[in-house]
Nanobody, 125 residues
Framework: QVHLMESGGGSVQAGGSLRLSCEAS????????MGWFRQTPEKGRERVAT????????FYADSVKGRFTIAEDDADNTVYLQMNDLKPEDTAMYYC??????????????????WGQGTQVTVDS
């Protein structure tokens, strides 16, 4: 059973930064896809960023392009989401997820078979 553990959430002022971490119990392996998603009652679950491990291919939602960066650290079995210039509309529960094999920006959520418990990010205006 794969376990994903998120950390790094919290409350910040608009314009601030946070770095989310996702540690995978089975490690970060090539040819798998890791992603960050966020969820609010109003918008539901939204794809924020994904990375294809080993290939370096990344995807970002338009709303976070230029502000968020997803990166992998194989040595630490961790995927990070660096979030800069945070805005109140970034407030959400953030989830890490893992898909086996390739993923594209339009891959269905069901392709991500492993999910963490989430970490809350709150941005105050």
């Amino acid at each position: 059973q794969v376990h994903l553990m998120e950390s790094g959430g919290g409350s910040v002022q608009a314009g601030g930064s946070l770095r989310l971490s996702c540690e995978a119990s089975d490690g970060i392996h090539a040819n798998n896809c890791m992603g960050w998603f966020r969820q609010t009652p109003e918008k539901g679950r939204e794809r924020v960023a994904t990375i294809y491990i080993g290939g370096g291919n990344t995807f970002y939602a338009d709303s976070v392009k230029g502000r968020f960066t997803i990166a992998e650290d194989d040595a630490d079995n961790t995927v990070y989401l660096q979030m800069n210039d945070l805005k109140p509309e970034d407030t959400a529960m953030y989830y890490c997820a893992k898909a086996m094999g390739w993923c594209s920006p339009v891959s269905p959520l069901e392709k991500f078979v492993y999910w963490g418990q989430g970490t809350q990010v709150t941005v105050d205006s």
